[in-house]
């Protein structure tokens, strides 16, 4: 009894660090309005409309030709299978062909962003905390380059080796009935992973601490890209989710990372 009572606790810590997770896209969303902070928000805000615009109208006219072309024609009377295929595979398909566009495009968003993201970080933590920023140990420039590089290439590696595992998933009969909730799961550990690396990056930590980190605080940073998720799927708002995104990954890392060890 006391063992189950120990893992409901267990369970509703994790719930409520989701839900905290979650939460601070609100606070993101509060502090990109600050009037100290909007000028730094023109130009990744800029970026992210003209990027995701674009997104959203080449999904709108690509995306039934994208997924006639992923269903197998059958004659007429095998038109009961089609059906049903179109019924179990459709869903399945639709939410893996958003999250790779979506995510395509808000990676070339972050890519051309970064610079300008990293300002906003430095400057909604230093609204927050009050403090110049403590970027740790100094390195060359150099070698900042060199471990920059090597940090995006470690996490463009990461996400390409659990994209072909789960479109593998994908195709397997039983197996992809789940992967619809699995692919969602991804893609909200992916863009937490994206959005913690501008205020963590700017304490001199890379792909590596920060996919650690993110991972003693599992429920936290999916909560977190959970949220961006949503705000990148929904028209009109994911105009403004890369920089609310980024707002609100500052806000988790300034009031959670010294238990992100």
């Excluded at 990027?51 to 269903?71: C, H, P, Q, R, V």
């Excluded at 992967?179 to 690396?197: T, V």
Aim: overall charge positive.
């Amino acid at each position: 009894m006391l063992k189950d009572t120990g893992n409901l606790t267990k369970e509703n810590f994790m719930i409520g660090n989701l839900f905290k997770g979650f939460g601070h896209i609100f606070n993101g969303l509060k502090l990109i309005v600050q009037p100290g902070l909007r000028r730094f928000v023109i130009i990744p805000l800029s970026i992210n409309i003209t990027l995701f615009g674009g997104a959203t109208w080449y999904l709108f006219i690509k995306f039934d030709e994208w997924m006639n072309s992923l269903l197998p024609d059958f004659p007429d009377w095998l038109s009961w299978l089609e059906t049903m295929l179109i019924w179990l595979l459709w869903p399945l398909f639709s939410i893996m062909i958003l999250l790779v566009i979506f995510y395509s495009f808000s990676f070339i968003a972050n890519l051309i962003a970064a610079p300008f993201n990293s300002l906003l970080a430095e400057k909604i933590e230093k609204h927050l905390t009050g403090q110049a920023l403590d970027t740790g140990p100094n390195f060359p420039t150099s070698e900042i380059i060199k471990r920059s590089i090597s940090s995006e290439m470690s996490k463009l590696l990461y996400f390409l080796k659990w994209w072909v595992l789960l479109f593998i998933l994908t195709l397997l009969p039983v197996l992809n009935l789940v992967a619809p909730f699995i692919w969602l799961l991804f893609g909200a550990w992916m863009l937490s992973l994206e959005y913690l690396d501008y205020p963590m990056a700017n304490h001199n930590k890379f792909f590596k601490d920060i996919n650690k980190q993110a991972i003693s605080k599992r429920s936290l940073s999916l909560g977190l890209g959970g949220s961006i998720m949503l705000f990148t799927s929904i028209p009109l708002l994911n105009l403004i989710a890369m920089p609310t995104g980024v707002a609100a990954a500052t806000s988790l890392w300034v009031k959670h990372r010294d238990q992100m060890s």
